[in-house]
């Protein structure tokens, strides 16, 4: 779980590939705050590891960071720029829903903004459907697809 306003990515992978993990079951967390360092998110990505922009739609201003969360243009900009720069089956999408105020009841976005919202944007973007497809279906089916083919037997061992 990386701060997002620091650039600690390369230290998580090194620790992480130091213990023999495969890389391309790694994710990345908050890499909104980094949308601006695209040679810092590139050079993630060509190591292996997805990159997650977890932030969607939360225009919040975090006081203890001091810094502003992206808005959702610079979010799809980014996004699109990882695609175009191929990565963008290394990109993961998600809203972060953490705070009550979050949810639609309380006023907030719901669980339903990233594709009512967001989704129309990259298409605004030039984001094709194939490419959508990857982002919301093939890429997190691809992040958990070892776990999937393990024999139930090597997982119920490896948590005993």
């Known amino acids: 779980h990386l701060p997002g306003w620091e650039r600690l990515g390369h230290r998580v992978l090194d620790i992480v590939e130091s213990e023999g993990a495969d890389l391309r079951h790694t994710v990345l967390c908050h890499m909104n705050p980094s949308h601006s360092d695209p040679a810092y998110q590139h050079a993630l990505a060509a190591r292996g590891a997805f990159l997650e922009y977890d932030m969607i739609g939360m225009g919040y201003y975090f006081a203890d960071e001091h810094a502003q969360s992206p808005s959702d243009e ?10 175009e720069n191929g990565f963008g089956s290394q990109v993961l999408l998600s809203q972060d829903v953490f705070l009550k ?11 339903g903004y990233l594709l009512k ?6 298409r605004r973007h030039g984001v094709t459907g194939e490419q ?19 024999p139930f037997s090597l997982q119920r061992n490896a948590t005993s």
């Open 132 to 150: 959508l497809e990857n982002l919301l279906i093939d890429n997190p089916r691809r992040v958990f697809q070892r776990g999937l083919q393990t």
């Open 117 to 122: 919202h967001f989704v129309p944007r990259l």
């Open 74 to 83: 610079e979010n799809a900009r980014a996004i699109v720029a990882l695609i």
């Open 101 to 111: 105020t979050m949810l639609t009841r309380y006023g907030g976005h719901g669980y």
